[in-house]
């Protein structure tokens, strides 16, 4: 069972920055992909960016492209999100997902994922 806590939400303005964590525990190999996926109040949760624990490899949604940048820290069984140039429609809950996969091609919709975290509110202000 792997659990998923994120924390570094907040608010900020146009332009600016944060880093997003997802601590994940429970994990029995490198066979997951991580993924940050993103819910806007009354819009459904889409994806953002995800990397395979095994190979590394990324992917992310055009309109983070550019700006966001996910990766993974092995030793510390952590994902980040290093969010730059932030618009105000990224404001969001931001939530951690897993799913086991073998895969190199990250998967990108959102009913794969089994394990979730609780999320955390991105807010950014023009």
């Known amino acids: 069972q792997v659990q998923l806590v994120e924390s570094g939400g907040g608010s900020v303005q146009a332009g600016g920055s944060l880093r997003l964590s997802c601590a994940a525990s429970?994990?029995?190999?490198?066979?997951?992909?991580m993924a940050w996926f993103r819910q806007a109040p009354g819009k459904e949760r889409e994806f953002a960016a995800g990397?395979?624990?095994?190979?590394?490899?990324?992917d992310y949604a055009d309109s983070v492209k550019g700006r966001f940048t996910i990766s993974r820290d092995n030793a510390k069984n952590t994902v980040a999100l290093q969010m730059n140039s932030l618009k105000p429609e990224d404001t969001a809950l931001y939530f951690c997902a897993a799913l086991t996969s073998r895969l190199n091609t990250i998967r990108k919709v959102t009913t794969l994922y089994t394990y979730w975290g609780q999320g955390t509110q991105v807010t950014v202000s023009s």
């Open positions: 429970g994990r029995t190999s490198n066979d997951y992909h």
């Open positions: 990397i395979s624990w095994r190979y590394g490899s990324a």
